[in-house]
């Protein structure tokens, strides 16, 4: 079965700075990976996707990620943070049809 | 067009009761999934179906816990009796195009389940 890593599990910052979370996974096969974000109150919303092809994916908001794929990790980052991007932001894989998340990151983003 | 929509969004009830969480997935969504999520373990796969069929039950913690799927358009998490340890956010998800793995899943906001 895959499982999920996601490391700095809390992250502070100001506004205007970039954002990078890292996630790294375990899982011999074809995965599929995907970035989640959970906004507070709020249900988790698909923020951006990888499937195949070009291993930098951008995302709604302003948000990319990049699949190495002999790292085993799908990164993501955001050059500039807004205060709205206050949020838990969750990495997930989906490798024989089981999705598995890892325990996120809740970031803050000071104004 | 409409999300996935869960019932009740907050429920309290005492220990020992029992406690039923329902899912409607969004139209035309072959599969469902039933995930929990508290602050110490994250988001735990309990259980999916494919075609209203129970697929993968690995995640369901115990026997006090069971999930069904009378037709395509509404699922059932049951949890009898309850205990304090099954406080969580319950979500149910679905997404399309049974089998393949990179259809994304859509949430519903979740059930904010507390059990005194």
């Known amino acids: 079965a895959q499982s999920v890593s996601q490391h700095n599990h809390h992250v502070i910052l100001s506004e205007a700075a970039s954002l990078e979370l890292g996630c790294n996974y375990s899982?011999?096969?074809?995965?599929?990976l995907f970035w989640y974000v959970q906004y507070p109150g709020q249900h988790l919303q698909l923020l951006l996707k990888?499937?195949?092809?070009?291993?930098l994916v951008k995302g709604i908001k302003g948000f990319e990620a990049e699949f190495i794929k002999s790292k085993f990790s799908f990164n993501l980052r955001k050059p500039s943070v807004q205060w709205s991007d206050t949020a838990e932001y969750f990495c997930?894989?989906?490798?024989?049809?089981?999705?598995?998340f890892g325990k996120g990151n809740q970031v803050v983003v000071i104004p | 067009d409409a999300g996935v929509i869960q019932s009740p969004r907050h429920e309290v009830t005492e220990m020992g009761q029992e406690v039923t969480l329902r899912c409607k997935p969004i139209?035309?969504?072959?599969?469902l999934f039933w995930y929990r999520q508290t602050m110490m373990r994250g988001l735990e796969l309990l259980i999916y179906?494919?075609?209203?069929?129970?697929?993968?039950d690995s995640g369901m913690p115990e026997d006090r816990f069971s999930a069904k799927m009378p037709n395509a358009s509404f699922s059932t998490l049951k949890i009898q009796p309850s205990e304090p340890r099954d406080s969580a956010v319950y979500f149910c998800?679905?997404?399309?195009?049974?089998?393949?793995?990179?259809?994304?899943?859509?949430f519903g906001d979740g059930t904010r389940l507390s059990i005194l």
């Open positions: 179906f494919n075609n209203n069929v129970p697929i993968d």
């Open positions: 990888y499937f195949s092809g070009d291993p």
């Open positions: 899982y011999g096969g074809t995965v599929n």
């Open positions: 139209s035309g969504h072959n599969s």
């Open positions: 998800a679905s997404s399309e195009r049974t089998g393949h793995s990179n259809q994304p899943q859509h």
């Open positions: 997930a894989v989906n490798g024989n049809n089981r999705l598995a």
